[in-house]
């Protein structure tokens, strides 16, 4: 069975940084397309940023510049460096995965068609 488990959320101040991490187990990565998404109170969850089967990454314009997505194939899991964080930032990060092939920042809108998704895990960024 495919599981997704997100780490490494917390509180920081504006302008910190935070390293989120998503181990995955039951499948590898491989070509398959995986993406971060985020969702705050009272909002729909949102892509944040995406690595295609072409291992092409995406990122949303709100956070490009900022954050970086990587995958290690060797440790199957994916990563998402976020710098320079804003209070407007605090929600809850999903990682998300799906067994299909995909090119292009298809994989950053394609939300209803992950089919694995982790439990979450909470950043809060205070001003």
């Known amino acids: 069975q495919v599981q997704l488990v997100e780490s490494g959320g917390g509180s920081v101040q504006a302008g910190g940084s935070l390293r989120l991490s998503c181990a995955v187990s039951?499948?590898?990565?491989?070509?398959?397309?995986m993406a971060w998404f985020r969702q705050a109170p009272g909002k729909e969850r949102e892509g944040v940023a995406c690595?295609?089967?072409?291992?092409?990454?995406f990122y949303a314009d709100a956070v490009k510049g900022r954050f970086t997505i990587s995958k290690d194939n060797a440790k199957n899991t994916l990563y998402l460096q976020m710098n320079s964080l804003k209070p407007e930032e605090t929600a809850m990060y999903y990682c998300a995965a799906a067994r299909a092939t995909w090119y292009g920042d298809f994989c950053l809108e394609a939300r209803q068609y992950y089919n694995v998704w982790g439990q979450g895990t909470q950043v809060t960024v205070s001003s």
């Open positions: 690595i295609d089967s072409g291992v092409s990454t």
């Open positions: 039951g499948y590898t990565l491989s070509n398959y397309p």
